[in-house]
């Protein structure tokens, strides 16, 4: 049972235009969501979060948007860099979890930026 | 620097032969985990630890084992590795220095192929 789902395996935009990534999640119990990138050969890196109490959190080039009713998030690249393209992964955690660290990660999403 | 590092990177062997991934971080983090990837998946927890001589089972345990006897090192043991083992693995240390959002800083990954 795939809690946290990215349903769009890849995404090709072209530079300077915005890219949104988009991530649906089932459990409501989630509180806090992060956005993880990832390189080729690397592990993947923290980008961004949103606790469950906001619907927006931004970031230079990068804004994540929530919205708890449809269980939905998504990230907005603004604009897109070919240093951008990469695998970027949706995270969900949930407190009760009891601070095992845990976080509860989507399938992931490709973006090619195209210069 | 804060890292966490992974040993070997690339690993291929047969079945049944036991082999350990060896993972250390020095960012004095307690909780530790192992996550791997597979394709149309994303991650998934294997194992994490809380702190010294506490581990747990996350997600996808079976075949796998773990230790932590020191806070820095948790290395991730396969005494009889099968074929589904092959993947790409990541070791992963969390950081509360965001409040209750647990970064996660993974290791640059080990990929693993079973025969």
């Known amino acids: 049972d795939q809690q946290v789902k990215q349903n769009s395996p890849s995404l090709s935009v072209q530079e300077g235009r915005i890219s949104i990534l988009n991530c649906d999640y089932t459990?409501?119990?989630?509180?806090?969501f992060l956005w993880y990138k990832k390189y080729p050969a690397e592990g993947p890196t923290f980008l961004i979060s949103i606790s469950s109490i906001k619907d927006k959190n931004e970031d230079g080039r990068f804004t994540v948007f929530l919205n708890k009713s449809a269980k939905h998030l998504s990230l907005h690249i603004v604009p897109s860099q070919p240093g951008d393209s990469a695998v970027y992964f949706c995270?969900?955690?949930?407190?009760?979890?009891?601070?095992?660290?845990?976080?509860?990660f989507g399938q992931g999403t490709t973006l090619q930026v195209k210069p | 620097e804060a890292q966490v590092t992974q040993n070997p990177r690339y690993l291929i062997t047969v079945t049944g032969k036991k082999l350990t991934v060896t993972c250390s971080q020095n960012m004095n983090h307690e909780y530790m985990s192992w996550y791997r990837q597979d394709p149309g998946l994303g991650l998934r927890q294997i194992y994490y630890s809380m702190n010294v001589e506490v581990t747990d089972k996350g997600d996808v345990p079976e075949g796998y084992k773990v230790s932590r006897k020191e806070k820095r090192n948790f290395p991730l043991i396969l005494e009889s590795p099968s074929p589904n083992q092959t993947s790409l693995y990541f070791c992963a240390s969390t950081s509360y220095d965001l409040g209750p959002v647990p970064e996660q800083f993974f290791g640059p990954g080990t990929r693993l192929t079973v025969l």
């Open positions: 995270a969900a955690s949930a407190n009760g979890s009891g601070n095992t660290g845990k976080l509860i």
């Open positions: 459990n409501s119990m989630f509180d806090y």
